[in-house]
């Protein structure tokens, strides 16, 4: 369903500070996935750049057969054979396969903005028959953030019918009816009318997670949602999540909650140094790491 491939995003004046590092993932329909790791390891920043909220340096984004950011020529052999890079090298070296030059090229980042019109033509093609404008496929993946993210100067109801009302995916009588029953189901329908400030925190998530089912998403994505809260509201929020995991909803949860991990997850990533340096189920994860770095960072949370 969402297909991650090879992201790289750098920050900075001059891109020197590199948070991911070519990290690339296939998120299945219905799947839960949750993504472990180190602070400062790239996993918001590889959540956020599944949505564009943080547009990747290098790699592609696909929501099924949509592409989200621009082509990475990179990741296209025939774009690079169409380029004045690849030729030049060909005509160079005659005896050498296409397959070495090409791997040559995307090892030492050898294209430039000049590689000549049939180059320009292939990503052309590619953007006009794939990209899709994110605004569009945002409203298809909710997002659920660390700080919930509310508008303070709205009410609850006002919080949860903007989106859908703003890009006419319903009627704000449609709207209002879905975020109703959304409410309803999770306890909090008398708060339809109170300000954010007048909530707890764990009710604040809880309606930030409303406010992404409203769209009726095909997906959820969760940055660290329990993080900021106290202890004793975190189950409260997770008992939600739990509810939506059996449901089938598809989800891509950043979080420290082991427990959680272990419990709702098909899969999980363990990120760190901004790659993808182990996945599997969680049996695997936790019962059995390979990789030393996931090794030493359970020993430290369990």
């Excluded at 901004?274 to 936790?286: H, L, M, Q, R, S």
Aim: glycine fraction near 6%; include cysteine; charge should be negative.
């Amino acid at each position: 369903m969402i297909s991650v491939k090879n992201i790289y995003k750098n920050f900075g004046p001059k891109g020197e500070i590199k948070v991911l590092k070519g990290a690339s993932c296939e998120i299945q329909k219905g799947e839960q996935v949750v993504i472990i790791g180190p602070s400062g390891g790239g996993k918001s920043t590889f959540l956020r750049c599944m949505n564009l909220l943080e547009e990747p340096t290098y790699g592609e984004v696909w929501l099924e057969d949509s592409l989200l950011t621009p082509p990475d020529p990179y990741l296209h052999f025939d774009v690079i054979e169409a380029s004045r890079t690849f030729g030049k090298m060909q005509a160079e070296h005659p005896e050498r396969a296409k397959e070495d030059i090409i791997r040559e090229i995307k090892e030492k980042d050898l294209l430039t903005s000049r590689e000549g019109k049939a180059y320009k033509t292939l990503l052309r093609d590619i953007e006009s028959q794939y990209r899709e404008d994110i605004n569009k496929a945002r409203s298809r993946m909710g997002m659920v953030f660390q700080h919930f993210n509310l508008f303070n100067n709205l009410t609850v109801i006002q919080n949860l019918i903007l989106a859908p009302v703003e890009l006419k995916l319903l009627s704000k009588e449609e709207a209002e009816a879905r975020a109703m029953s959304l409410l309803e189901r999770i306890g909090l329908a008398d708060k339809r009318d109170e300000y954010p400030s007048k909530l707890s925190g764990g009710q604040k998530q809880r309606v930030a997670i409303v406010r992404a089912l409203v769209m009726n998403p095909e997906v959820i994505l969760f940055d660290e949602p329990t993080s900021a809260l106290d202890p004793e509201m975190v189950g409260e929020v997770l008992d939600l999540m739990k509810d939506l995991a059996k449901e089938g909803m598809t989800m891509v949860v950043v979080t420290h909650e082991m427990g959680f991990a272990r419990e709702v997850a098909d899969r999980v990533l363990f990120m760190a140094d901004g790659v993808i340096a182990e996945e599997g189920t969680p049996k695997d994860i936790f019962e059995n790491p390979q990789n030393p770095r996931l090794q030493q960072f359970l020993q430290k949370v369990l």
